[in-house]
Nanobody, 119 residues
Framework: EVQLVESGGGLVQAGGSLRLSCVAS????????IGWFRQAPGKEREKVSC????????YYAESVKGRFFISSDNAKNTLYLQMNSLKPEDTAVYYC????????????WGQGTLVIVSS
């Protein structure tokens, strides 16, 4: 059974930082790409970042480039998202999700972790 458990969200002031974690189980971690997605109230879910765990290539949405950094600890089956210089528009529920490659649609989702950035 695939399980994805996100943590690390919270309330932070604009300009602050948070690090999100996603602990994965139920699949061979290294064989996949894993992405961070977010969904703000009233908006569609969007891909924020993704990492191919085979070749370590990464993707970032334009809105977060230079501020967010994705990484993984494959020995711990854990994905991270370091979020710096946070803005109120980063407020959303953040999810991690594995997929065959960063361009494909995930089949499994975690429960999400809420990030609120106050101005």
């Amino acid at each position: 059974e695939v399980q994805l458990v996100e943590s690390g969200g919270g309330l932070v002031q604009a300009g602050g930082s948070l690090r999100l974690s996603c602990v994965a189980s139920g699949f061979v971690f290294d064989d996949y790409s894993i992405g961070w997605f977010r969904q703000a109230p009233g908006k569609e879910r969007e891909k924020v970042s993704c990492i191919n765990l085979k070749d370590r290539s990464t993707y970032y949405a334009e809105s977060v480039k230079g501020r967010f950094f994705i990484s993984s600890d494959n020995a711990k089956n854990t994905l991270y998202l370091q979020m710096n210089s946070l803005k109120p528009e980063d407020t959303a529920v953040y999810y991690c999700a594995p997929s065959a490659w960063c361009g494909s649609t995930p089949d499994y989702w975690g429960q999400g972790t809420l990030v609120i950035v106050s101005s």
